[in-house]
């Protein structure tokens, strides 16, 4: 019953542009000059260029200048908060409706992958090695440059499968794992090897790939989901929501959540995604609670929208206190508090819960989705200089302390580095390639 529901439930819920629609909406493009939509993607996609051949019928030169820029292009037409980014830029925004500028991203990479066409070819050997820790979208990123350079390439995966977050972390009727298998097979046709399986710091040491690698990017992303520090949180039902949307995407899913009451504690996009997992689960009833208001939500406007019409409620001002269990050790309610926010002469909006406020939620499960941890072990075994667990970075080249090492992706996210999005992690992965790229030529180690 669960492997149905999977079947039948998480498969992609935006239907793609058909050959007609894609043409007519290409052709309302102005095709700007200095085009404010190229400016506000963070990887400068050409977006004139890609819509001006699709209109023309150009599918293939299309999909060479999206992916060109952007590596995880098939990815980021699907996932890119593009309300913000480029179609937020757009022209049309004022007078009209913006240019769809996602879904015509996606129409061309879907033809190319579809069609199976190399679009880029590997750079001529220049005898210099590069280890690569992650294969997420800025592991990968930077993998296809520096193997179009010339590089010799590999990537350290932990996980059975490539893919990082985009494999795992984001649910799939949003992004097909079709999809990121597909652009991970582009990385390795370029010559990349990826090494599944393979956890930096346990298979291999930090120290054994300094020796045997001229360079290292550190792309690992972030860790699990941490404690709420809540009575009961140790109680079975209570669960990571990075480690519950990865099994979702997995043959068999352990929890049955058909008919349960399910509490999702946190409001950012990785809540929603849990939230909506659960419901295409087969959960009753699925609850989003958060300590403050929807004013500070970190998920993005479409993800709430998207959350409310699958019929996730959303419980403002409250925050967990206990996890209580049955006789069982199972889950069976959440002991809450009402909060509230109080502007104070020093800190604006403090967040103080209100007396004699305590209720009580009846649920089966405790989904835990208040942020995740980050990568200090690893950190700490390259000894490079840091800062709450964040590697510190050259705001630039993204080189660390170490200078035969540099970091990329949501590993240094937090520190000013770029925002936590796909997007933004290509774009860090494309900058360490090209300043690895230029001080192995400074140093005249490569011609």
Not at 196 to 217: P, S
Request: overall charge negative; hydrophobic content about 40%; charged content about 25%.
């Amino acid at each position: 019953m669960i492997n149905s529901l999977l079947d039948k439930n998480f498969e992609e819920v935006t239907l793609g542009f058909s050959k007609a629609s894609a043409m007519e909406e290409a052709n309302r493009c102005l095709y700007c000059y200095d085009a404010p939509c190229m400016r506000a993607c963070p990887t400068s996609i050409n977006v004139p260029s890609f819509i001006k051949k699709i209109a023309s019928g150009n599918l293939k030169g299309s999909a060479k200048v999206i992916l060109e820029a952007n590596p995880m292009g098939a990815s980021c037409a699907r996932v890119c908060p593009t309300e913000e980014l480029c179609e937020g830029a757009c022209v049309m925004q004022k007078d009209d409706k913006p240019i769809k500028i996602g879904a015509l991203q996606r129409y061309a990479t879907d033809w190319v992958k579809n069609q199976d066409i190399p679009l880029f070819n590997a750079g001529v050997p220049n005898g210099k090695r590069i280890a690569i820790i992650g294969s997420g979208p800025a592991g990968l990123s930077a993998a296809r440059e520096l193997c179009r350079m010339g590089y010799e390439v590999t990537i350290f995966e932990a996980e059975k499968k490539a893919g990082g977050l985009n494999q795992h972390g984001i649910v799939s009727f949003r992004l097909p794992q079709e999809v990121v298998d597909w652009e991970v097979e582009q990385v390795r046709r370029l010559g990349a090897t990826i090494l599944t399986g393979k956890r930096v710091g346990k298979d291999v040491t930090c120290d054994e790939l300094l020796e045997n690698f001229d360079r290292i990017i550190v792309a690992v992303g972030m860790s699990k989901v941490p404690n709420l520090n809540i009575e009961g949180e140790m109680l079975e039902g209570v669960l990571d929501a990075i480690e519950f949307v990865k099994t979702t995407k997995q043959e068999t899913v352990p929890q049955n959540m058909i008919g349960k009451k399910v509490v999702v504690i946190g409001a950012g996009n990785t809540a929603i995604d849990a939230a909506t997992c659960a419901i295409r689960l087969g959960a009753a009833s699925v609850k989003i609670l958060y300590r403050r208001t929807a004013i500070e939500m970190t998920a993005y406007p479409f993800e709430y929208e998207f959350a409310k019409q699958e019929g996730v409620e959303f419980q403002w001002l409250t925050s967990p206190k206990k996890v209580v269990g049955n006789e069982d050790g199972q889950v069976m309610a959440l002991e809450c508090v009402q909060m509230k926010l109080v502007d104070c002469y020093d800190r604006k909006d403090a967040l103080l819960e209100v007396e004699n406020s305590n209720f009580t939620i009846a649920t089966d499960f405790v989904i835990r989705a208040i942020g995740q941890k980050r990568q200090v072990d690893l950190i700490q075994e390259f000894n490079i200089q840091q800062s709450n667990g964040i590697p510190s970075v050259d705001p630039v080249t993204l080189q660390t302390s170490n200078s035969k090492v540099y970091a990329c992706g949501d590993v240094i996210y937090g520190n000013g580095y770029g925002d936590a999005t796909v997007v933004s992690a290509v774009q860090q992965g494309k900058d360490c390639a090209y300043a690895i790229h230029h001080s192995l030529k400074q140093s005249s180690e490569i011609a």
